[in-house]
């Protein structure tokens, strides 16, 4: 009865968690061979306004397409790699990094978004560029209002201003990144020139040196006080360090990588629960007096050998010695004395009667 009633369960139940970590074990599987596949190369949308592309560069002057999203700035220096048109690219001209949320469904001009950068003055009419300073936000700071909702994409755009004109933003370089984890991701994109000018954002300018710091590869106007405070800016805020350049690989993405090792934990959770229940449904099943698994006679039902014993006092059925009554027979022996007493008195009530 044991065998029937407790091992089939226990055999159901180690045949489904056995199940359940095969198919944790192969979506894990999947997941590490979608990270080790890097991220996405094309971007999931279109946008008909962009034209031309946008390059990212740290402060040693080397373009990066890759980056952590908690660096501050995000990146040092963007380089666009379409010309200011006229009159954006008088003396005055000037160029702004956003960065925006693509939706689905929404067309790029009603996507939401907000300033990566100050306005910059740069050297270059043929390479707008937009220089950052250790005051501006990280992307994750971005993020934290305006979160990736379409496969993890932003778009960053870059306009460009002058003065006595409004911003223009019919048209604009764009550049793509995707955010894996804590990295992001250049989708796309080419290759520019970090070097092809200098930019010096406005913060720079009207804040003091306290407050901000330039790219050490972009100055404008730099004096000498200014050159040594950017050494501490890029000690507090090493984004050269969290950024791969071109040319020397992108970094490995990590969040298919944690979303693996999270999955194998689960597994080891589930399999510690599949076992710890089996153990307990056996005990239960193997405890004397349970249902179907009893081996033995409870403890508290009586002893089969004093009922035995309580039969044998008991004298069966039939004549016992010759002339005494039978004990289990009380009202049959009273009954049988009163009939008796009244058929002896009833002879001498009736001569009674005749006389």
């Not at 160029?95 to 790029?108: D, R, S, V």
């Not at 006080?225 to 791969?244: K, Y």
Request: hydrophobic fraction near 35%.
């Amino acid at each position: 009865m044991i065998r029937t009633a407790v091992f089939p369960t226990v055999r159901r139940l180690v045949i489904a968690g056995g199940i359940a970590l095969v198919a944790l074990g192969g979506y894990s599987a999947a997941a590490g061979a979608a990270g080790s596949s890097g991220p996405a190369t094309t971007a999931p949308y279109t946008d008909p306004n962009a034209v031309g592309t946008i390059g990212l560069c740290n402060q040693a002057g080397q373009q990066v397409t890759s980056g952590s999203t908690t660096a501050a700035p995000f990146a040092w220096l963007a380089v666009s790699t379409t010309p200011a048109p006229a009159p954006y690219d008088n003396d005055s001209r000037t160029a702004i990094l956003n960065a925006y949320q693509p939706q689905n469904g929404l067309p790029p001009g009603e996507w939401s978004g907000a300033e990566l950068t100050a306005s910059s003055r740069y050297t270059n009419p043929q390479v707008p560029m937009a220089a950052a300073t250790s005051g501006d936000d990280s992307l994750a700071d971005f993020m934290d209002n305006y979160h990736p909702r379409w496969d993890g994409f932003l778009q960053l755009r870059m306009y460009l201003g002058t003065a006595d004109q409004p911003q223009y933003s019919l048209h604009y370089p764009a550049l793509n990144i995707q955010v894996v984890g804590d990295t992001w991701y250049a989708v796309g994109g080419g290759t520019v020139n970090c070097t092809a000018g200098t930019a010096e954002s406005i913060e720079s300018i009207v804040l003091p040196s306290a407050t901000t710091t330039t790219p050490a590869s972009t100055p404008v106007h730099r004096s000498s006080s200014s050159s040594g405070s950017s050494s501490p800016g890029a000690a507090s805020h090493p984004s050269s360090a969290g950024a791969t350049p071109t040319g020397s690989g992108a970094a490995t993405p990590v969040a298919a990588t944690q979303t693996g090792s999270s999955l194998g934990w689960l597994a080891i959770v589930l399999l510690v629960i599949l076992v710890v229940a089996a153990a307990w449904f056996l005990v239960r099943r193997l405890r004397p007096g349970a249902r179907g698994g009893s081996s033995g006679p409870d403890p508290g039902d009586p002893d089969p050998g004093d009922a035995s014993a309580a039969a044998a006092d008991v004298p069966a059925h039939g004549p016992t010695e010759a002339g005494a009554p039978d004990p289990r027979e009380p009202d049959r022996l009273d009954s049988d004395l009163t009939v008796s007493s009244t058929s002896s008195a009833s002879p001498t009530s009736t001569k009674g009667q005749h006389q």
